[in-house]
């Protein structure tokens, strides 16, 4: 069964969203599991500390490199990626999302206040992984993120009518457009809106045409870096 670990000083946090819907479908069947392991339950003194004030100064705490260590070494199985989240990690990504998915599962250590010591990413030899660049308060929710990307691909997730392979990303281009009925809808502007013709003539070449062109357009005009990772690749590719 594939295993995610999350360490964390919210345990109670968790399930959260991903008891809910697919995943929260999949970890009923036993298609996963999820174990939120406290930090504190690591800490070595009566109070529970878990941080520390930084060395040099500065504002905000540090997880302490022991303690975090003892929880790591108690909790990670081998064989089992060790991801932190971490705002100046490498940028999550479905490709990366597929190769954890196909592994024994993740170890996730979820950050607060200012971050970590680095001596315990060092020994641990973390794989420091971000959501975005942008700064959350803790790691739990980009952990559930990069679980609840890994969990969909799991066999037996997603049923074939939701097949992942023309989603966004997984080509390297964005999704096409969807509509679905009353084929004629008018918005609260009073403007009436039809689906595309082509969508409701059913020639089925035809609709794949245009939804590879819309992706290839949207791609283009959205994610210039994308569109150009896509060119460079078909470049060398025919090469
Ligand atoms: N001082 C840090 C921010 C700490 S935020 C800095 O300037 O980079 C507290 C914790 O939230 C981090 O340790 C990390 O685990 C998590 N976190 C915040 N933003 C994140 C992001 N974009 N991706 C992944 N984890 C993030």
């Not at 392991?37 to 500390?49: E, L, M, Q, S, W």
């Not at 009073?190 to 794949?208: F, N, W, Y």
Request: charged share 25%.
């Amino acid at each position: 069964m594939w295993t995610a670990k999350a360490l964390t000083l919210f345990p109670e946090m968790f399930p959260g969203p991903l008891g809910e819907s697919l995943a929260g479908k999949a970890l009923k069947e036993g298609i996963w599991s999820l174990d939120a392991v406290d930090i504190r339950r690591f800490a070595k003194d009566r109070h529970g500390t878990v941080d520390d004030a930084p060395f040099g100064g500065g504002a905000g705490m540090v997880l302490k490199p022991d303690i975090l260590s003892a929880a790591i070494e108690a909790v990670a199985v081998p064989g089992m990626s060790k991801l932190l989240m971490s705002p100046r990690g490498a940028p999550f990504s479905q490709v990366r999302g597929r190769e954890l998915a196909a592994g024994p599962g993740v170890l996730l250590v979820c950050g607060r206040f200012e971050g970590v010591d680095e001596r315990v990413i060092e020994a641990h030899a973390l794989e420091e992984v971000s959501v975005g660049d942008f700064v959350l308060s803790g790691g739990e929710i980009a952990a559930m993120a990069v679980m609840d990307c890994c969990v969909r691909l799991l066999p037996g997730v997603m049923g074939a009518a939701q097949s992942a392979s023309e989603e966004s990303f997984e080509d390297g281009l964005l999704e096409y457009p969807h509509y679905t009925r009353p084929a004629t809808w008018a918005g609260p502007d009073g403007i009436e809106r039809r689906v595309p013709d082509v969508l409701v003539s059913g020639h089925h070449g035809k609709v794949a045409a245009w939804r590879m062109s819309q992706r290839e357009e949207i791609t283009r005009r959205r994610r210039p870096d994308l569109w150009e990772r896509r060119r460079t690749a078909k470049v060398n590719e025919e090469k």
